[in-house]
């Protein structure tokens, strides 16, 4: 694929949404982070659930740390993984405590060392809470990166490092949400909806599926 057709990817995935964000319901850093690392392997639907429910009684290290991890989880029980979640998230929101004043930082290796982040979670952060032209590459903007052949990589880290080198400067900051919705809701796995996809015409997938 060439720079003048990525250009058009981009442009088309602007217009048709202008600002777009995470569906993660938050409402500091501190929030997202916590939504973040809680949404692994789960639905932002089932953690914006549960976190309404936790970010109404604790919202900040130090509250979450009060509740302890048995209470913890029983706000985060209903989403997968909660037990080794909780755990982590009571270790960062120690760490935060000790290390950064009890503020989330911005700073990749920071965020890296805190229990339950990785660099996808971190990219998230730095891109979503900090505007930092990041891009976390999950499943869904590795699928969509290898399908459209907009920056093909055998793995997520390859796959970021191409789309950091790709995209044009003016939709770097944007790329990560764009991508990740245009995954979830048109560039699906096992379907993908083509007849309603805005990029079809410049999208290299040879299999492409018209029905809507």
Same mark, same amino acid.
Request: hydrophobic letters at 40%; glycine letters at 6%.
């Given at each position: 694929m060439n720079a003048a057709k990525r250009?058009? #990817? $981009?442009?088309?995935?602007?217009?048709h949404n202008p600002h777009p964000t995470t569906e993660l319901a938050y409402g500091s850093a501190f929030e997202l982070l916590i939504s973040v690392i809680l949404? =692994?392997? @789960?639905?932002?639907?089932?953690?914006?659930? /549960?976190? @309404?429910r936790l970010y109404a009684k604790a919202?900040?290290?130090? /509250? #979450?740390?009060?509740?302890?991890?048995?209470?913890?989880?029983?706000?985060? !029980?209903s989403i997968g *993984?909660?037990?080794?979640? /909780?755990?982590?998230i009571i270790k960062?929101?120690?760490?935060?405590?000790?290390?950064? @004043?009890g503020e989330v930082p911005r700073d990749r290796a920071a965020l890296q060392a805190l229990p339950g982040v990785?660099? !996808?979670? =971190?990219?998230?952060? *730095?891109?979503? =809470? $900090?505007?930092?032209?990041?891009? /976390?590459?999950?499943?869904?903007? $590795?699928?969509? =990166?290898?399908?459209?052949?907009?920056?093909?990589g055998k793995t997520p880290l390859s796959v970021e490092q191409r789309l950091v080198k790709v995209t044009p400067e003016e939709y770097r900051k944007d790329a990560h949400h764009w991508l990740i919705l245009h995954g979830r809701y048109i560039c699906i796995a096992r379907k993908p909806r083509c007849g309603a996809c805005v990029i079809e015409d410049l999208c290299e997938f040879r299999d492409k599926v018209y029905e809507q």
């Amino acid at each position: 694929m060439n720079a003048a057709k990525r250009a058009q #990817i $981009f442009a088309r995935l602007r217009d048709h949404n202008p600002h777009p964000t995470t569906e993660l319901a938050y409402g500091s850093a501190f929030e997202l982070l916590i939504s973040v690392i809680l949404s =692994a392997q @789960a639905t932002d639907v089932s953690v914006n659930k /549960a976190t @309404a429910r936790l970010y109404a009684k604790a919202n900040t290290p130090q /509250a #979450i740390l009060e509740l302890g991890e048995n209470g913890l989880k029983q706000y985060v !029980k209903s989403i997968g *993984l909660y037990n080794s979640k /909780a755990k982590n998230i009571i270790k960062t929101c120690r760490i935060l405590l000790e290390r950064h @004043a009890g503020e989330v930082p911005r700073d990749r290796a920071a965020l890296q060392a805190l229990p339950g982040v990785g660099r !996808k979670t =971190a990219n998230v952060i *730095l891109n979503t =809470a $900090f505007g930092e032209p990041t891009i /976390a590459v999950d499943t869904h903007i $590795f699928r969509v =990166a290898n399908r459209t052949r907009l920056a093909p990589g055998k793995t997520p880290l390859s796959v970021e490092q191409r789309l950091v080198k790709v995209t044009p400067e003016e939709y770097r900051k944007d790329a990560h949400h764009w991508l990740i919705l245009h995954g979830r809701y048109i560039c699906i796995a096992r379907k993908p909806r083509c007849g309603a996809c805005v990029i079809e015409d410049l999208c290299e997938f040879r299999d492409k599926v018209y029905e809507q």
